[in-house]
Antibody, heavy 117, light 107 residues
Framework: EVRLVESGGGSVQPGGSLRLSCAAS????????MNWVRQAPGKGLEWVSY????????YYADSVKGRFTISRDNAKTSLYLQMNSLRAEDTAVYYC??????????WGQGALVTVSP | DVQMTQSPSSLSASVGDRVTITCRAS??????LNWYQQRPEKAPKLLIS???NLQSGVPSRFSGSGSGTEFTLTISSLQPEDFGTYYC??????????FGQGTKVEI
């Protein structure tokens, strides 16, 4: 059974940092690309970042470029999102998703990040 | 960036109704179009990929069609468990891979 479990969410002040983790199991993690997708309270879905299986290809949304860093550890079957210089508009539930040739076929339960003074 | 626009933004329908949601892209995305269902307080779930490929385990009352810039998601006979918000997403070419704003379906 495929499982994705996010952790590391919480409350932080503007300008602060937070690191999200996504523990994956039930599939050959290293052969799949992964994404982070976020959803602000009461809003729609926003793609945030992508990483290929080997970490050779990485993309970011313009809204987080230069502040967020995606990475993965295939030995630990884990995906990460390092978030620096956080802003109020980064407040959202962050989902990790498995990427099957562009299809986000499995999603984690989400991790809430709240940025407020 | 490719903009995705869904219509309607919300709808109310009865059990057994046929429901159609439209998704329009600001430029051609070929058939790189996915549909997701999100129930309240839950993670999204992939329903349809590549415009019309029904995912395993998804009821056959769901179907998708279209290519280029116009796509539709159809629920042939609405069931009580189909309430929630539906999103389209394009995954054509290079990022950002954008979502529509969502269509809220109320029973």
């Amino acid at each position: 059974e495929v499982r994705l479990v996010e952790s590391g969410g919480g409350s932080v002040q503007p300008g602060g940092s937070l690191r999200l983790s996504c523990a994956a199991s039930g599939f050959n993690f290293s052969t799949y690309s992964m994404n982070w997708v976020r959803q602000a309270p009461g809003k729609g879905l926003e793609w945030v970042s992508y990483i290929s299986g080997s970490s050779s290809t990485i993309y970011y949304a313009d809204s987080v470029k230069g502040r967020f860093t995606i990475s993965r550890d295939n030995a630990k079957t884990s995906l990460y999102l390092q978030m620096n210089s956080l802003r109020a508009e980064d407040t959202a539930v962050y989902y990790c998703t498995r990427d099957f040739y562009g299809d986000y076929d499995y999603w984690g339960q989400g991790a809430l990040v709240t940025v407020s003074p | 960036d490719v903009q995705m626009t869904q219509s309607p933004s919300s709808l109310s329908a009865s059990v057994g109704d046929r429901v159609t949601i439209t998704c329009r892209a600001s430029q051609s995305v070929s058939r790189y179009l996915n549909w997701y269902q999100q129930r309240p307080e839950k993670a999204p779930k992939l329903l349809i990929s590549a415009a019309s490929n029904l995912q395993s385990g998804v009821p056959s009352r769901f179907s998708g069609s279209g290519s280029g810039t116009e796509f539709t998601l159809t629920i042939s006979s609405l069931q009580p468990e189909d309430f929630g918000t539906y999103y389209c997403q394009q995954t054509y070419n290079t990022p950002p891979w954008t979502f529509g704003q969502g269509t809220k379906v109320e029973i």
